[in-house]
């Protein structure tokens, strides 16, 4: 018998202990017991009434920095550099590589040549739907900051 057996065995016997315990079954392991009692219980909470309340007026009298701290601006050109070398070194790899992924995608994909094209087509509207996105994002929060 192989050590991955015995991990099956042994997950399966805990498996069946902690379900007869679940069930409350007279037989069950003690301390299977206990936890499966402990789980059925709501532990008690203190909460003010209007706790609610008093959460919603701190948020709103936190300024909007102290929530989401502003990223220093050689952090924001750093990851603007890397997201721009990521993208060319990307675009490289695919005008390199990309013709011969494109006769392996035609090849394997149940529609072919045709199928690849749809492929493509969705991934631009992807980026596009995604790049919107981002523009919009930044425009938001030039707007915010005018505020």
Do not use: K, Y
């Not at 192989?2 to 079954?25: I, S």
């Amino acid at each position: 018998m192989t050590t991955n057996d015995d991990e099956n065995q042994m997950d399966d016997a805990r498996w069946q202990a902690q379900e007869r315990a679940r069930r409350l079954d007279p037989d069950a392991d003690p301390a299977e017991l206990r936890i499966a009692r402990a789980l059925r219980r709501v532990p008690p909470v203190s909460l003010p009434v209007d706790f609610a309340a008093q959460v919603a007026a701190l948020a709103l009298t936190q300024p909007a920095s102290a929530t989401a701290p502003e990223q220093s601006l050689l952090e924001q050109r750093l990851l603007r550099g890397l997201v721009i070398v990521f993208a060319l070194s990307a675009a490289v790899v695919v005008a390199w590589f990309g013709r011969g992924w494109v006769a392996e995608l035609a090849a394997v994909l149940p529609g072919g040549g045709d199928a690849v094209a749809w492929s493509g087509v969705a991934a631009l509207c992807l980026l596009g739907n995604w790049s919107v996105g981002l523009l919009r994002g930044q425009g938001m929060r030039g707007s915010h900051a005018a505020a």
